[in-house]
């Protein structure tokens, strides 16, 4: 191919046939305890055939307290891991990579699903009127161990690669921000501190899935509230994620908190491709400190937006989500010649479907 998009990538051991990735989002096909179903499989099996280079599952939940919301799939019971391998035939069945995932949502979970109290750095407010518990050494160690035996899973279903969720304000972005995290423990105040959390549960996720699988960390650029994880706070986490051993880290950005200013789903469309990428300037800053392989999401509808990322060396690989719900085959559209702009209007309308138990989908491209 003629463009720097379809060349191929290694991250860590996982090798990737193009530099497309489709990022994780809430499909809310699965069932009520978590399980695969044949909606979700039809449509992992869909995106499997959009020439991916590496398809990333929806989060999925490693306890039953992290529940974030209905329908959401699930990874924190070995009777799952079947489903999870179907899911992992559907996305290589035309040579993408398969990435598990893995999410915790913390004083995000949502109490009347779980029947559980939601757990979190320090006490808070949570949803739907719950209170969040501020979470002991004992909880982290427990929660740190839910990971790993969820990377386990993954590697049995044949997952070529786990990706720890500490973005979007759910528990380990809630550990990594001074706006959730008042802890005054080991836990808490620096951000060496703050990290412990994510870089323990890094340590434990690699044991558990071994040198031949890759692990992927998903982070916030920045929260996006007042006194919350900053730029500079994302570059020194990803420096110690370097020295972790993290083999590529996907950059996202704000929360689901009331208080961000922007959530990772904006309702916004740019009209130049420059403008397109919602975290460029935080990538730039990335790239000036870490050596990391970077995923890039949030804003990139065009071609032309996806081809000078990687032209500039703004990222290495170019991660969507919502266009790949309006339009599957996008990638093969573009593979194929035809480089229109996604159809995709970031309206936001597709999260509507899912609310109401049908699962994600556009309903303005049919």
Not at 79 to 97: C, I, K, Q, T, Y
Not at 277 to 301: C, M, S, T
Request: hydrophobic share 40%.
């Amino acid at each position: 191919m003629d463009s720097p998009l379809f060349t191929p990538i290694s991250l860590g051991p996982m090798k990737l046939a193009n530099r497309f990735v489709r990022s994780a989002t809430w499909e809310a096909l699965a069932g009520d305890d978590g399980a695969m179903t044949p909606h979700l499989a039809g449509l992992i099996a869909t995106l499997g055939n959009g020439r991916l280079g590496a398809i990333i599952s929806g989060h999925a939940y490693v306890g039953r307290e992290g529940q974030a919301g209905p329908w959401q799939l699930g990874i924190y019971d070995d009777r799952l891991v079947p489903g999870l391998a179907e899911m992992v035939e559907n996305m290589r069945r035309h040579g993408s990579r398969a990435v598990a995932q893995l999410a915790h949502a913390g004083g995000q979970a949502v109490e009347p699903l779980s029947g559980m109290t939601p757990i979190g750095p320090s006490a808070m407010a949570g949803r739907c009127g719950s209170r969040v518990r501020e979470m002991n050494e004992a909880d982290i160690a427990r929660v740190t161990r839910a990971f790993a035996d969820a990377a386990s899973r993954a590697r049995q279903a044949g997952f070529d690669a786990v990706q720890i969720h500490a973005a979007h304000g759910f528990l380990l972005s809630q550990f990594l921000s001074p706006y959730f995290n008042h802890r005054v423990d080991r836990y808490g105040g620096s951000l060496e501190n703050r990290a412990r959390f994510l870089l323990e549960t890094v340590e434990a996720t690699r044991s558990a899935v071994g040198d031949d699988r890759a692990v992927l960390v998903k982070i916030n650029a920045e929260d996006f509230i007042d006194g919350g994880f900053s730029v500079d706070d994302m570059v020194g986490a990803c420096l110690l994620l370097e020295r972790a051993g993290v083999d590529a880290v996907e950059m996202s950005g704000g929360t689901v908190a009331e208080a961000s200013r922007f959530s990772a789903c904006r309702n916004e469309l740019a009209q130049d491709p420059a403008e397109e990428p919602y975290y460029r300037e935080a990538a730039r800053r990335y790239k000036d400190a870490v050596g990391l392989p970077l995923i890039l999401v949030g804003g990139i509808r065009s071609f032309e937006a996806a081809e000078q990322i990687i032209d500039q060396g703004l990222a290495d690989c170019v991660a969507l989500c919502r266009p790949l719900i309006a339009e599957p085959g996008l990638i093969a559209r573009w593979e194929s010649g035809d480089r229109a702009p996604a159809r995709c209007i970031s309206c936001n309308q597709c999260f509507g479907p899912a609310s109401a138990g049908e699962g994600i989908r556009c309903v303005i491209v049919e």
